[in-house]
């Protein structure tokens, strides 16, 4: 099980946001606790008040991030309605945090790298208080959505979100509202029965 135990205070979220940026800028491997303190206005002695080392500040950052982007994806889903309007709801949240948090998109594969990354995931796709995996669970039940493993499912459709961002981002594109619905709407259609 994933213990979160990312500092919240005002520092130590200025050290993991410079840890983002930097990553984003540089890659993962150029940074160093001397960059990351200079990016966050503090003294190298001060992460280490927080974080361990730097692998440490890494895995935190990839905790920190799974749990805003929980968060802001719990804010929109409403389990009320229609299941469509539910996985709608899923997608544009989706969409939206990621157009919101570019860095996240960008060092995707560098957090991939990262061995604290891998656990999380399982600990997402094992957790039954998800939003996805409530929602995965009420279709199955209703017998909507197509029986397979809930990673086949999220590839099939909740990973467009973040691919397109990042086809924006790389082809320097953006995409029109419209073909966003149309997206979702063949996305959808790739889960269900």
């Known amino acids: ?39 966050a206005g503090v003294s190298v002695g001060t992460i280490y008040l927080y974080f361990k080392d730097k692998d440490d500040l890494l895995n935190q950052l990839v905790i920190y991030l799974f749990g ?27 969409f939206e945090f990621m157009s919101n948090n570019l860095n996240i998109v960008k060092n995707m594969y560098q957090y991939e790298s990262l061995p604290q990354f891998r656990e999380l995931l399982r600990h997402c796709f094992e957790s ?5 995996n409530r929602f995965i669970k009420r279709g199955l039940k209703q017998g909507v959505i197509v029986d397979l493993p809930l990673q086949i499912l999220y590839a099939m459709s909740m990973k467009v979100p973040q691919d397109l961002i990042y086809q924006q981002l790389s082809l320097d594109k953006v995409y029109s509202q419209q073909l966003i619905e149309d997206v979702i709407l063949r996305t959808w259609k790739a889960i269900i029965v």
């Open 68 to 94: 805003q982007f929980n968060q802001a994806i719990e804010k929109q889903y409403d389990e009320t309605l229609p299941l469509f309007e539910q996985y709608r709801a899923l997608w544009l949240a989706k």
């Open 128 to 132: 039954e208080h998800l939003p996805w």
């Open 1 to 39: 099980m994933i213990v979160n135990n990312v500092p919240h205070n005002e520092v130590a979220l200025r050290i993991l946001n410079a840890a983002d940026t930097l990553m984003a800028e540089n890659g993962v491997q150029y940074l160093s606790t001397h960059k990351i303190a200079k990016q």
